[in-house]
């Protein structure tokens, strides 16, 4: 195997296995980077509950010391918070050490602006070049600037979200509420964040060690005991988290696991019902649900590219306040900060519940039906570049959307073709009314690109 071919550089920072491209010394020179590039000042430093997490602190944390920079270390601490933690305190910039949803065995690291968003694809570039020039001028020991700890961070998050929702309204629905925390940074937060908003909660997978009880990745094939959870103890809704907690996927009161989407979907439709006028902005991976949404309030809808910093950058240029991705149950609520957060997304799905006096799956049963499926073909990024130009050439008629992959539209449904940001894959979705056309138009699909795929290996 080769040895680096799991490291991936992108906008959504550097990622791949532990010790396959992915070390120690690594981190540390990619801290040094990133201490110059954002020209020194004060730095946050936090993570997630993976093993190897502690080690990379430390990497990290010597780079940017040897950079002239301050490190604040937040600790384990979900994504979402150090990015607001950045923002709030004026810091140069972030580093948050998590690998999101990929296995253990994985980790990264994600760049983190003065803005307390993620670096723009522009911006990560230019960190990179500067990693790769090498040669860095460390700083002498005169200019050590030292190691301080924040120790409670999240609480300015949670403030801050409770500032924009109506706290009083969810409490006095003494709502019961189960969560799987997947032993990620969830187990840390999640139960007390929701018992204060009048929740009784039932929490699974709660030991913050790292050792992911089931796939990291939220999907609802993913939990099972979740559902069983919900069942059980009668509760109105379930959440599973994924191990850095910027990803959502909601369960029903029936125990029933929606897809990712609908987090999105329940977000948007109480921010918009709640009296803000849009425009609303989602991913091209995102269901065509989130966009019949946002029509049928009369608010104008964007797509952007896949990536968090991407739709960001596009709920900022058109003053979008809600939106996010669909595909990951990424909601993004301005209102408290620009990036993926799953305890703002609970925050509003639970304010939803309140204000509508149904239950969850009542809710959901309003909305337009679709039946939105997904596949992967194993395919680095470069091979798949001949793939989606194939593709292409042959749907053209159908003015296919291709700033990020292809997407088109059919008179059976949605499809979108598209390689993955953080792993060396290429992504089939579609999307229809139903599942059983879903099923087909996949199926049908999955044939057309496999032989494609195969070709574009032995090129």
């Known amino acids: 195997m080769n040895r680096i071919s799991t490291l991936k550089?992108?906008?959504?920072?550097?990622?791949?296995?532990?010790?396959?491209?992915?070390?120690?010394?690594?981190?540390?020179?990619?801290?040094?980077?990133?201490?110059?590039?954002?020209?020194?000042?004060?730095?946050?430093?936090?993570?997630?509950?993976?093993?190897?997490?502690?080690?990379?602190?430390?990497?990290?944390?010597?780079?940017?010391?040897?950079?002239?920079?301050?490190?604040?270390?937040?600790?384990?601490?979900?994504?979402?918070?150090?990015?607001?933690?950045?923002?709030?305190?004026?810091?140069?910039?972030?580093?948050?050490?998590?690998?999101?949803?990929n296995p253990p065995q994985w980790n990264a690291l994600k760049f983190i602006g003065g803005a307390g968003t993620f670096l723009s694809p522009g911006e990560a570039a230019g960190l990179f070049d500067l990693y790769n020039q090498g040669n860095l001028p460390y700083r002498a020991e005169s200019d050590y600037r030292g190691i301080r700890v924040l120790p409670d961070a999240f609480s300015l998050h949670e403030k801050r979200i409770f500032e924009v929702i109506d706290v009083e309204a969810v409490r006095k629905k003494k709502f019961r509420v189960a969560v799987d925390c997947v032993n990620g940074v969830g187990a840390v937060f999640s139960a007390g964040f929701l018992r204060r908003l009048g929740c009784e909660v039932f929490a699974i997978n709660d030991r913050p060690d790292g050792n992911f009880a089931r796939s990291p990745e939220p999907l609802p094939e993913n939990l099972g005991a979740l559902c069983r959870a919900v069942r059980e103890n009668g509760c109105d809704v379930g959440f599973g988290q994924d191990?850095?907690?910027?990803?959502?996927?909601?369960?029903?009161?029936?125990?029933?696991?929606?897809?990712?989407?609908?987090?999105?979907?329940?977000?948007?439709?109480?921010?918009?019902?709640?009296?803000?006028?849009?425009?609303?902005?989602?991913?091209?991976?995102?269901?065509?649900?989130?966009?019949?949404i946002a029509e049928s309030y009369g608010c104008s809808f964007y797509s952007a590219p896949v990536g968090e910093i991407n739709v960001v950058e596009k709920m900022i240029e058109v003053d979008g306040v809600i939106g996010g991705?669909?595909?990951?149950?990424?909601?993004?609520y301005r209102r408290v900060h620009p990036g993926r957060d799953s305890f703002g997304a609970m925050a509003l799905i639970l304010e939803r519940l309140a204000f509508s006096e149904r239950k969850l799956s009542e809710i959901v049963a309003d909305f337009p039906p679709i039946a939105n499926l997904s596949c992967r073909f194993d395919v680095p990024p470069i091979r798949?570049?001949?793939?989606?130009?194939?593709?292409?050439?042959?749907?053209?008629?159908?003015?296919?959307?291709?700033?990020?992959?292809?997407?088109?539209?059919?008179?059976?449904?949605?499809?979108l073709v598209r390689s993955s940001n953080t792993e060396p894959i290429l992504r089939l979705n579609v999307e229809c009314a139903s599942r059983p056309e879903a099923e087909a138009l996949l199926a049908r699909f999955k044939d057309?690109?496999?032989?494609?795929?195969?070709?574009?290996?032995?090129?």
């Not at 029936?254 to 989602?282: E, M, R």
């Not at 991705?325 to 993004?332: L, T």
């Not at 690109?449 to 090129?459: G, H, V, Y």
């Open 9 to 101: 550089f992108s906008e959504s920072g550097v990622r791949g296995i532990v010790g396959e491209g992915l070390t120690a010394r690594l981190a540390a020179d990619l801290g040094a980077a990133f201490g110059f590039y954002q020209g020194g000042g004060r730095i946050v430093v936090g993570r997630d509950t993976r093993s190897t997490g502690g080690m990379f602190e430390q990497a990290v944390t010597a780079g940017l010391l040897a950079a002239g920079c301050e490190v604040l270390r937040v600790g384990v601490i979900p994504t979402p918070t150090l990015q607001y933690t950045v923002k709030s305190i004026e810091a140069a910039g972030g580093i948050a050490i998590t690998a999101s949803h």
């Open 243 to 292: 191990p850095d907690g910027d990803r959502l996927t909601v369960v029903t009161e029936k125990g029933v696991a929606l897809s990712t989407h609908y987090t999105v979907a329940l977000a948007v439709d109480q921010v918009l019902d709640g009296g803000d006028p849009g425009p609303v902005v989602a991913n091209v991976q995102t269901s065509r649900l989130v966009e019949m």
């Open 325 to 332: 991705e669909g595909n990951c149950g990424g909601v993004i």
């Open 384 to 415: 798949s570049r001949a793939v989606l130009a194939e593709l292409t050439r042959r749907y053209r008629s159908f003015a296919p959307m291709t700033f990020d992959g292809l997407r088109f539209d059919l008179p059976e449904g949605r499809v």
């Open 448 to 459: 057309e690109i496999q032989p494609l795929t195969e070709d574009a290996s032995r090129t």
